[in-house]
Nanobody, 112 residues
Framework: QVQLVESGGGLVQPGGSLRLSCAAS?????LGWYRQAPGKQREWVAL???????SHANSVKGRFTSSRDYAKNTVYLQMGSLKPEDTAVYYC?????????WGQGTLVTVSS
């Protein structure tokens, strides 16, 4: 059993930046981020494998960067050039031996 705890959400103006963090209670294979906007389905944002391979959704490429601290079992999402359509609850995702785990979510609101 792995617990994922996110932090770093909040209110930010359009064009601003924010960094999310997710600490895993144990070692995970793939770690990453999904988000769910009001009235929409949850969508993939970014993933980092245990080997350090990263992937990002087209909607955030060039604006968001994910990174991982293997010693701390922590994954980060650096978000820049934020847009109102980035407003969503961001969920940390972890894969441990093929089993998926989710954090409780952190709200990011992009608004002036």
């Amino acid at each position: 059993q792995v617990q994922l705890v996110e932090s770093g959400g909040g209110l930010v103006q359009p064009g601003g930046s924010l960094r999310l963090s997710c600490a895993a209670s144990g070692r995970a294979d793939t770690l990453g981020w999904y988000r769910q906007a009001p009235g929409k389905q949850r969508e993939w944002v970014a993933l980092i494998t245990s080997g350090g391979v990263t992937s990002h959704a087209n909607s955030v490429k060039g604006r968001f960067t994910s990174s991982r601290d293997y010693a701390k079992n922590t994954v980060y999402l650096q978000m820049g050039s934020l847009k109102p359509e980035d407003t969503a609850v961001y969920y940390c995702y972890g894969d441990v031996a093929g089993r998926a785990y989710w954090g409780q979510g952190t709200l990011v609101t992009v608004s002036s």
